[in-house]
């Protein structure tokens, strides 16, 4: 470590952002104790309720400290707290072999208002990760037409009614016969991501894959 760095950790140290424990140089964001505890979700498996959808695979499980992560990107506008995850998500890319079916990368998109309120959409930020490493294109495709309740206010069948007919596809060319990644943030009961993806192939698409960056345990 440099001089000049060595000074600046010592002027303005850094805090993890769960615990509030000094960092130290190795570290960034999160501390190795609040970081050590993140359950990697085995992967892909194939639910029998997200008949649109070849694969589906998410990094890992929506619990402790990893619903404190999201709540602090969603609500507290830290999204910088997902450049932490690059590289772990990027090996777990390389260990499932994800990529090597997929023409494009698209991601489930925000209602206009919602997107205006956050000024940012998460599952956007998750899907440049791999369309950046793997230089395949990334296509904001979908468009959330209908503005819904949140889905946590119901169980599984109400979530499907919530969503169905809230999007359309924004370019049918773009997508007619090509296998698409969609990409969202949390997995829980998949209705979000299967209408997506049943969107998709009615506008052309050839092939649909999901991955998420959580899934709920």
Known sequence: MNI?????????????QIC????NSEEEYLC???LYPIRISPSPFYPKSYKYLQEVWSWAIYENIMKKC??????????YIF???KKPLIEFFERNSIMKNVDIITFVPLYSSKL???TFNQ??????????YYEIPLRNLLQKTIKTLPQHNFDKYKRIENVKGSFTVEDKE??????????????????TINECSKVLLEAGAKKVYGFTLLRGG
């Open 4 to 16: 000049f760095k060595q000074l600046l950790e010592l002027i303005y140290p850094a805090f993890c």
């Open 20 to 23: 509030d424990l000094k960092l």
């Open 32 to 34: 190795h104790k609040c």
């Open 70 to 79: 999201i709540h602090l990107v969603k609500y507290k506008q830290k999204d």
């Open 83 to 85: 450049n932490l995850f």
């Open 116 to 118: 205006r309120e956050r």
């Open 123 to 132: 599952a956007e930020i998750i899907a440049k990760v791999p369309a950046s």
């Open 174 to 191: 773009i997508i007619r016969k090509r296998k698409i990644l969609i990409v969202d943030d949390i997995l829980t009961t998949g209705a």
